[in-house]
């Protein structure tokens, strides 16, 4: 499979913005900068922001052990997988492939981006229809989506249904990891290179705790980078959001002390969930949260509202008849839930 025979004519014969800082890219030296048409007063933020991120990456280079030239940055990982439909999918003529249930940006981007869907459910236990994902693709399915450590199921996919689908489809893959950070399996990062049709997203906006920044993360292969950074917005990561994520990077022992925490407060979670006595299933998590099966989900969710604590309700999602999403919170906040769900 060639990575070029799958991207979009007209992005391939693109002639990308060129910015200011595109041209004359050595924005921290000490020239006299006339040339963007900003306010010379210094503020702090008056300067455009670096459009490549340089030190953000260098850092996230360093920590996911990959190329500087295998990450792109987007302005969440919604801007990360919006590049990826517009290089990859023509309107009107390919599709995409989902897994529901699963993360509802996939078909909301597929629907703006005039992109047929078409999904193809897990199995009971959560896991991919391998025989079922390729029976549906055709020469027009140019991206299949697995979200692994899935939401709202909070599973991750075994490495085999991952391996076969990265080898068997005909397109991008597309590996949401959002949750990787508190998955007991490893990331597929260390596999990039093996894998060239392969484009793992990941996010500060869960583990990392930054979801107010707006940093998504794109890892792939230098051709398809390459190819995204053609058509993203020039300078689409802000200046503040560079400044703060390159200080939480450069800080990871709080990320990973915070992640510990978190992961100690899912088992006790977990643990007190059992003695509740209309929870009918609590399904293994690898994630930050928890699905759990309850005897009826509209009427304990508002039950919960009633009570100031706000879930998730997936009742109306696929395979999730009466299912609850529950994101692992403080200590504090654990015990004030498993107290209201007692009392209901
Ligand atoms: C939360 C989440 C994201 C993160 O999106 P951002 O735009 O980076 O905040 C991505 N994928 C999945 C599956 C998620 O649950």
């Given at each position: 499979m060639k990575i070029k025979?799958?991207?979009?004519?007209?992005?391939?014969?693109?002639?990308?913005?060129?910015?200011a800082r595109d041209e004359f890219k050595?924005?921290?030296?000490?020239?006299?900068?006339?040339?963007?048409?900003?306010?010379?007063?210094?503020?702090g933020v008056n300067r455009y922001p670096d459009p490549q991120q340089t030190t953000v990456k260098k850092e996230l280079a360093k920590i996911k052990k990959v190329k500087e030239n295998q990450i792109l940055l987007g302005n969440g990982s919604d801007e990360v997988l919006d590049l990826i439909f517009r290089a990859f999918c023509e309107p009107k003529q390919d599709n995409i492939i989902t897994l529901p249930p699963t993360y509802g940006m996939y078909k909301v981007l597929a629907n703006i981006n005039n992109i047929e869907e078409r999904e193809v459910l897990l199995t009971k236990g959560f896991e991919p229809s391998i025989k079922l994902i390729l029976e549906r693709a055709d020469k027009n399915s140019k991206i299949l989506f697995l979200c692994s450590p899935n939401n709202p199921t909070g599973n991750s996919f075994s490495k085999e249904s991952i391996e076969v689908l990265l080898s068997t489809f005909n397109g991008i893959v597309v590996l949401d990891e959002a949750y990787i950070d508190f998955s007991s399996k490893k990331s597929w990062l260390k596999r990039l290179n093996e894998f060239p049709n392969?484009?793992?997203?990941?996010?500060?906006?869960?583990?990392?705790?930054?979801?107010g920044i707006?940093?998504?993360?794109?890892y792939a292969s230098s051709e398809i980078i390459s190819i995204l950074n053609k058509i993203k917005p020039p300078y689409n990561v802000n200046k503040l959001t560079q400044k703060k994520a390159l200080k939480r990077l450069l800080n990871i022992g709080d990320v990973k002390a915070e992640i510990k925490k978190i992961l100690k407060e899912r088992s006790r979670l977990i643990k007190k969930l059992e003695d509740v006595e209309y929870v009918e299933e609590i399904y293994k998590t690898d994630a930050n949260f928890v699905l759990i099966k309850v005897d009826d989900a509209n009427k304990r969710y508002a039950?919960?509202?009633?009570?100031?604590?706000?879930?998730r309700n997936r009742t109306t999602q696929p395979l999730c008849d009466n299912t609850l999403r529950l994101t692992v919170g403080t200590k504090k906040e654990t015990k004030l839930l498993i107290k209201a769900l007692k009392d209901i």
């Open positions: 025979d799958l991207v979009r004519d007209n992005i391939k014969s693109l002639k990308p913005y060129s910015s050595e924005f921290n030296s000490d020239m006299i900068f006339l040339d963007a048409n900003e306010n010379p007063h210094e503020n392969l484009i793992i997203t990941q996010t500060l906006s869960k583990a990392y705790g930054m979801a707006r940093l998504g993360i794109c039950q919960l509202v009633e009570k100031g604590i706000v879930i």
